[in-house]
């Protein structure tokens, strides 16, 4: 994100806009009540026809980090909630940090690392995608993908 975009943008004006948008929880969670994205749920605004995530937005407006950072903004680990942008439950950090926090955050919440429930599900081998481990309900999927697209190669055939 270049800073030219933003520095017209005074900080206090982002956490006027961002606290207009806020819903505390009792864990104290900011969730965000605006925009959000459908899939990853997380809170979205676009600034000049650029999307930025609202939690880096938020670590940008209530502290020095900057939005050109390399860095990845993060929540902590008890905090659950993607839309939530409390700069106490955020922090920078690389893409490996990132996802070393979600296997860990999906492991408590009783999931693998795909986003499936652990509970009732196991994990297999799936020969047709390079005997990779893949949990259950994923291998069902992929049946499903690898048989339509067989489908359609025989209807152009
Ligand atoms: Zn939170
Ligand atoms: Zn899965």
């Known amino acids: 994100m270049p800073k030219s975009l933003f520095h017209i943008k005074n900080k206090q004006s982002i956490i006027g806009f961002l606290e207009s948008r806020r819903e505390i929880t009792k864990d104290n969670c900011w969730l965000y009540t605006g925009y959000k994205d459908k899939y990853s749920g997380y809170g979205l605004t676009s600034f000049r026809k650029i999307q ?49 926090d979600k296997k860990i955050k999906d492991r408590a919440n009783g999931l693998f690392h795909c986003g499936h429930p652990r509970e009732g599900n196991t994990r297999i081998k799936h020969a047709r995608d390079g005997d990779r481990d893949v949990c259950i309900m994923c291998a069902r999927e992929l ?8 489908k359609l190669k025989k209807q152009n055939q």
Do not use: W
């Open 52 to 100: 930025i995530l609202i939690h880096r937005l938020s670590l940008y407006a209530y502290t020095e980090f900057e939005l050109d950072s390399p860095f990845e903004v993060l929540h902590s680990l008890n905090c659950l909630n993607k839309s939530c942008f409390n700069p106490d439950h955020l922090r920078s950090g690389t893409t490996q940090d990132n996802m070393m």
């Open 143 to 150: 049946d499903r993908f690898y048989y339509d697209r067989d």
